[in-house]
Structure formats: C-alpha cells, structure tokens
C-alpha cells in the first residue's frame, strides 16, 4: 500500500496475501504491546481503570473490546469533552470518517472513501445514519444535534447482515439517553461569539415506579451568520434550531419493553449558507451588457442575491417492543416513520445575479418496519435473523433561474434559451429485506461467523417540466404558479426499476488472552441504483446501476496496563465498483449546463486504522487516532468540457491519505469541593479533494484544527463553569467545492467555520 512513496504493508499480489500480511503485522502488534502492557501494569501504581464502553454493534450488548468489528464508540462525557454540539464534531477523531455539513443543509458522510456528497433525494447516502435504530433516508435530515445522547457508534465497513437498510459504507448510530428510573435532569447554557446562544436540557424519571419511566428534552442553538454578504450588508448562513424528544419506557412485564419515543426538529435561519468565488465569473446586465464579478478574497465575505430561505421541518415516531420469549431467545419489533419538509434558496454562481439561483421545495416521509430474533443461550451459537420493509416517498418542486447567465460570451437570452425553468419530481421506493448473522464458539478462544442478506428494491420516479423564457420571471423571488400558462410545458418523464441482491458477511475471531483480540472478516455492500433527479429526457432517464463493494479487514482489540490502555487496529481493502457520480458540465453544442448521474467509476481502496485511549494516572485522559488511507480510481469517466473524459489519475472526493487527531483531558482537584478540568484536542488531515473532479482549485491543503476548554467542575459532578474555543488558530477550511468551470464558468467554495468561543453553564441532577 503506497502514501506518497511510504511503503506500508508491501505490494500485495492478491487480496488474499494482503490480507494475510495484515493479520500477521497484527497479531505480531498486538503481542508486543500485550507484554509491553503487562510489564507496564506492574511496575506502578493502580490508577482508575477506563470507563468500560458497552456497545450494540452486533445487536446485543457487548464490551466495545470484546466486538470483532470495526467500530469507534463516544459516551456522553467524551462527545462533551469535543465539543460536539452537532455530529459533525467527531468527524476527525474517527480514523477515515468525513462528516461535514453540505451546501444543502445535509449530512455528507464518507467512510473509508464510500459515500455520497450529492444532496438530492434520488441519490442513496454510502453511509447510513441511524437514530435507535430507524435508518434516516434523507441527509438533511440526518444532520443531527448531539443532545439527550447515551452514545455514538461508528461501524467501519459494509452493513447489512444485522442492520434493517443496508448501507454500504458503514453506519453512524445515534442512541438517545433511556428514559431514568430515577429523577434525572440536566441543564446546559451558553453564549459566545457571532452572538450564539446555546441552550439544552433534558427532564425524566419514573411515571409509575417499576412500570413506566418517561423523558423530555430539548435543545436550542442560534447565532449570527459567519460570514458578510457584500450585496447587503446582512450575515450570511446564520442559524436558529430548536429540536426535541419525549420518550416513554413501559415494561409491564419482566420479559416486556415497550419503548415509544417521539422526536422533532424545526431550523428558521434568515438566510442559507452561500458559497465563495474561488474564481471569476462573467455574468449578463439586464440590458444585455456582461460584467465580471472576480474572484473573493476573504472567504468568509460572499457576494450573493439568492440566499433567503433554508427552512428545515422533521418529525419523527418509533415503538421498540422487546419481549423475551424465553431465556435464549429475544423478538424485537421497531416500527418508524419520518418525515421532512425542507426549502431552499442556493446561489450556486456565488455571484449578485441570477447566473445558476436554485429553489427547492422539497417533502418527504418514511415508514420502515423491522422484525428481528436474537438467540442466546450462554453456550457457543449466538444469532440474530430479521425481515425489513422500508418505504419512502418523496416530492422535490425545483426551479432554476438562470437568465444572466451567458454562452459562449454572449448572454444567454440571445440564443433563444429558457431563463428560468420548473420541475416537479417524484420519487417513491419500496424495498424488503430478510437477514442472518450467527455466530459460533468452536473453542474457548476461536469463533467464526458468517450472515447474508437478500435484498430487493423497486424505485419509481417521474418528472414535469415547465420553461420560461422571460427574464423578467423568477422561480426564486416570486414562483409562478406550476403548469399553469405562463410557460412553456416540457415532455413529462417516467421510470421504474427494480434491484435486488445478496450481500452476504464471514468472519473469525480469534483470542490468545483475555486482553486480545484478532478478527478477519470479509463482506460485500450494496447499494440501490435508481434515476437522475435532475434529467430532463427520457434518454438520461434510464436508471443508473447499483454499487457494489467487497470489502476484506483484519484487526486486532488490545487491552493493557490492567484496564487503564486500550489500542485497536485495523487494515481493510476494497473493491469498489459501478460508484454513482454527479458530473456537471456544459452541452458541446448548445453551451447550455446539464448534469449527468451515472455509473462513471471504480477504485480499489486499502488503508490503515489506529485508536488509543490511555488513562495513565486519575488525573490524565488520552484519545488518539490515524487513518491511513490508499483510495485508487480503476477507472473514471465524467463530463469535461462537455465529452465524457477518462479522469481516472484524480483522487477520491473526501478521502485525504492521511487523518489523525489527538484528545488530552486533565482533571486536577482544588479543594474537596471543586477540580479544575483542561482539555485540548487537535485533528489533522493532508490534502483532501472536496469534490469529485479534484479541481486544483478546490482542493483543501493540508491543516489541523485545534480546540480547547477550561472548566471549573465540582467533584460531585453537578455543577460545571466551561469556556471553550474551536478553530483556535482560525484555520480557513474549505468543506466543499462546486467545479461549474464549463457552465456558468466558475468554481465554489463552502467553508466551515472560523474560530468560535464560548461560555456555558451546566448543571446535572
């Protein structure tokens, strides 16, 4: 495996060599650090153990050190000790995660290099997120706030066998706090630069002692924008989020849980975020004379007129019953639904006139269903079998206007083309599923596994047109009413398609001692093909294929210095085929923009993962990650210049070579009463393609971020003072690019956030 000339592991010939090499690297580490560990434990003194963190990877309940999985787990304290309001905060202390926020509000998600940074409903997220175990299908959605939270679950890798929608890249689990037995509540506040306001809170404990606990929680977050839009003055991408969960745990029997838990959302920022020039755009008057807009300078000062609207509203409901059949086998039923309103204004010209202004009205629900049983009884076969059924559907009115915009050097009006147009797409899917996983003890020390899942999708999707040719009509300021005379109708498009596939999992895990652990395993993913939400004939029309993926890992879970170290390390390779790519370029004839969404690639993608955690002594807390990764396109074909061109040399969108980060806590007492904590973490990643051309341009050079808080905590826990910064050194970090250098003839940068501080109190029951 090859980073910029390091040899890591030595040119595999196979998959299989590859595989074995790892696993002896592997076993031989993990060894060495054994003995280094048990020496370590004793020659000193017997510091506090580190907290033990139960995780539900493999469905039931296990030690995160006893699951032979891929897997990053956060509690409660450490997601507070990041810092992470959203879930975007523990992006760089998973080695190979990208998680950002998108330029449409969503959630773009890459694991190992598998994901999907295209915001439209049509397009299948690489990586599921999941909230108790109800997958969220749209990605807006599924960019959570981290409040009333138990823990996060990071699984690396392909997800089926054990999850209702499988996922190809790997999972994100957000599971909520458990309703208390007991009087439980908690109280966070806090203000900061660019006027935010942080407030969240959580109440709960028992309705009917023994019978029936309850929970409410909510969390709010406002703040100015970051940055200025010169075109009036007013901040831009502010933000302003109120969200919520009630939750009711009734267990009228000692084999029976009923678990119902309602949560909702609603985001009213003034404006939505707009993206920066990276460079110059050329754009029509309306009388026809062109001006060009140069390239920004300051990334935080954008120069837009269509940034006014990005309103979010979810809803969501589940019922988990548990019932414990008998003493080995457990049924579990989860039945969800979701749904989700959401608006949008994006200037995706970056420029003062309407060259490429989007709206988007979109509306979507969800129900899923998942029926699982799950055996156990403390002998050496384990297993859980289920069935899935999911539905979504989904209605997008999208309009564009583009009648500044010009062709060739001349504006786009003298060439008799639309200046603005209307779409009114639909999109529903059904998709069933039935799935196994079973594990098996062949000795004390020696288990192997294995799962398969069939799964079968069908995918409707039909579009309406609308044109108008007037540039006096905008879709954005004031949207006609659809179909209805004022413009020109287009030719309405439809398809349907079904998908199917069997995507099964085999594995071994192997313990020399009781502190380690090694595992190989290898797994295929799947994801569904579907149509391109943005076609406008049927000959683009035609459905795009599924993705596929097999992935091979070995790994190794050590536990050290008697309880008080742990390291885990993984190597994975996969062959990654038919990826489903946007592309976005110019008609060689016409000049006008169009879109492509197609099967335009394949890569071979191996690396390295390494996580600590260390407490050295009861003062002392460590965290430390690397991510090594080796992502190769095998082959690549997108729009460039408008004729499909082979790419393939250009590197993998949010897949930098090297990811890593570091978290130091310590906890001093002052008195019997009060202890002073001081945390800083930092999180590092070489260069990253941003999006999926790799233009120059666009691409973020190498950075680091760092973070840090101090707080005055008292020792019994309940009260804490905390002041805190991000982006301490206020790095300029490009998230995202849009490469429009064919049409209308610029690139785009979106940024994170510049240094942030704040001041929060936090009070625990």
């Not at 040119?11 to 002896?24: I, Q, S, V, Y």
């Not at 001093?668 to 790799?694: C, F, K, M, N």
Request: net charge negative; glycine share 10%; with cysteine.
């Amino acid at each position: 495996m090859h980073f910029r000339g390091m040899n890591l592991l030595g040119a595999a010939a196979c998959r299989g060599r590859a595989a074995l090499l790892a696993a002896g690297s592997l076993a031989a580490l993990a060894t060495a650090s054994a003995a280094v560990a048990q020496e370590a434990a004793e020659t000193r003194a017997e510091p506090t153990r580190l907290d033990e963190i139960v995780v539900t990877a493999r469905r039931r309940s296990e030690s995160l050190q006893d699951v032979p999985v891929a897997v990053s787990a956060f509690s409660a304290e450490r997601l507070s000790d990041l810092q992470a309001d959203d879930i975007s905060g523990i992006q760089y202390s998973v080695p190979n995660l990208y998680l950002d926020k998108g330029d449409a509000s969503n959630a773009v998600v890459y694991l190992r290099g598998v994901g999907q940074n295209d915001s439209l409903a049509f397009a299948d997220p690489g990586v599921g997120i999941y909230v108790d175990d109800v997958f969220i299908a749209r990605s807006q959605a599924a960019f959570l706030e981290l409040f009333d939270v138990a823990r996060i679950e990071v699984l690396r890798g392909p997800q089926g066998t054990l999850y209702g929608r499988n996922t190809i890249g790997g999972a994100v689990k957000f599971v909520s706090s458990p309703p208390s037995s007991t009087p439980a509540a908690y109280l966070e506040a806090g203000i900061g630069n660019y006027a935010s306001r942080i407030l969240n809170g959580r109440i709960g404990g028992p309705l009917i002692d023994g019978v029936l606990n309850g929970k409410v929680a909510f969390a709010y977050s406002g703040r100015d924008g970051y940055a200025e839009n010169a075109v009036d003055g007013r901040d831009d991408g502010d933000q302003n989020s109120l969200a919520g969960r009630i939750a009711l745990d009734w267990t009228p029997t000692d084999r029976l849980q009923v678990l119902v838990s309602v949560d909702a959302k609603r985001d009213r920022p003034d404006t939505s975020r707009s993206p920066a020039r990276e460079t110059a755009i050329t754009g029509a008057l309306t009388n026809g004379a062109l001006v060009t807009y140069p390239a920004a300078t300051d990334p935080y000062r954008v120069n837009v007129n269509a940034n006014g609207l990005s309103d979010l509203t979810g809803l969501g409901a589940s019922v988990t019953v548990r019932y414990e059949a008998s003493d080995a086998v457990t049924i579990e039923s989860i039945t969800a639904y979701r749904e989700m309103a959401f608006d949008l204004n994006l200037d995706v010209d970056g420029a003062p006139l309407p060259i490429l202004d989007i709206l988007v009205l979109q509306d979507q629900n969800q129900f899923s269903q998942e029926l699982r049983a799950s055996y156990d009884a403390g002998g050496r076969l384990t297993g859980t079998a289920g069935l899935y059924y999911f539905r979504d559907e989904d209605t997008t009115f999208s309009g564009v206007d583009n009648g500044a915009a010009t062709i060739f050097g001349f504006p786009v009006v003298a060439f008799g083309f639309q200046t603005s147009s209307l779409a009114d797409t639909r999109q529903e899917t059904r998709s069933w599923a039935a799935f196994a996983d079973v594990s098996y003890d062949l000795t004390d020390r020696l288990s192997i596994g294995g799962g398969l899942r069939y799964t079968q999708e069908e995918k409707f999707s039909g579009r309406r047109f609308e044109n108008f040719f007037n540039p006096a009509v905008s879709v954005i300021r004031n949207t006609p009413p659809f179909r209805a005379g004022r413009g020109v109708a287009g030719t309405p498009i439809t398809g349907d398609a079904d998908f199917d596939a069997f995507t099964p999992k085999v594995s071994v895990s192997y313990t020399p001692n009781k502190d380690v652990l090694l595992y190989g395993s290898a797994s295929r993913g799947f994801k569904s093909g579907g149509f391109d939400g943005r076609a406008t004939n049927n000959f683009s029309f035609e459905p795009f294929r599924p993705e596929f993926v097999w992935s091979y890992e070995a790994g190794a879970k050590i536990t050290g210095l008697d309880g008080r170290l742990t390291f885990n390390a993984a190597y994975f390779y996969n062959d990654y085929t038919d990826i489903q790519v946007t592309s976005f370029g110019s008609d060689p004839v016409t000049g006008v923009f169009v879109s492509l969404f197609t099967n335009a690639a394949a890569a071979t993608i191996q690396g390295l993962e390494f996580e600590l955690a260390a407490r050295p002594t009861d003062q002392l807390s460590i965290n430390a990650s690397l991510g090594l990764l080796d992502a190769q396109y095998d082959e690549f074909d997108i729009l460039v210049g408008g004729t499909i061109t082979d790419v393939s040399d250009r590197a993998l969108v949010n897949s930098p070579e090297v990811n890593a980060s570091l978290a130091v806590t310590w906890e001093q007492p002052l008195s019997d009463g009060y202890s002073l904590v001081l945390h800083g973490d930092a999180g590092y990643r070489s260069t990253v393609a941003t999006e999926i051309t790799d233009s120059p341009v666009l691409q973020q050079d190498a950075y680091t971020l760092i973070s840090a808080f101090a707080a005055l905590r008292s020792t019994d826990g309940v009260w804490e003072v905390r002041a805190g910064v991000q982006n301490l050194t206020d790095e300029e970090v490009r998230v995202q690019g849009f490469n429009l250098a064919d049409f209308p003839g610029v690139q785009l940068g979106f940024y994170a956030a510049p240094r942030t501080y704040d001041l929060r109190l936090i009070w625990r029951y």
